[in-house]
């Protein structure tokens, strides 16, 4: 089995389907479309692709996030008020 990748949606399907966590879509209503730090904490990607617009108000800030999460890449992308689109792999102990 190959890794497994958050790629968000920008009509919100991907951040809707099979959630078990209460208070998560009101996240995703408070971040707008960016993807909610708890439901990728909570999910464990290996990879999280998101544009820096989106990933500043909602990754970013987020400790939980930043501490299982390093920036493997970014591209440019002036798209949806972004300027780069961003690659997330999730964090191993050779990282740390």
């Known amino acids: 089995m190959g890794p497994s990748v958050w790629l968000p949606e920008f009509n919100g399907r991907a951040l809707t389907a099979g959630l078990r966590h209460e208070g998560i879509l009101g996240a995703r209503l408070e971040h707008h479309v960016g993807p909610p730090p ?42 949806w008020q972004s300027d780069q689109l ?9 990282d740390n």
């Open 86 to 94: 961003l690659m997330f792999r999730r964090a191993t102990a050779a």
């Open 38 to 79: 708890r439901l990728i904490v909570d999910q464990q990607p290996d990879v999280v692709v998101t544009l820096d617009a989106f990933a500043q108000l909602s990754l970013l800030p987020d400790a939980a996030f930043q501490r299982d999460y390093r920036l493997e890449r970014s591209y440019p992308a002036s798209v």
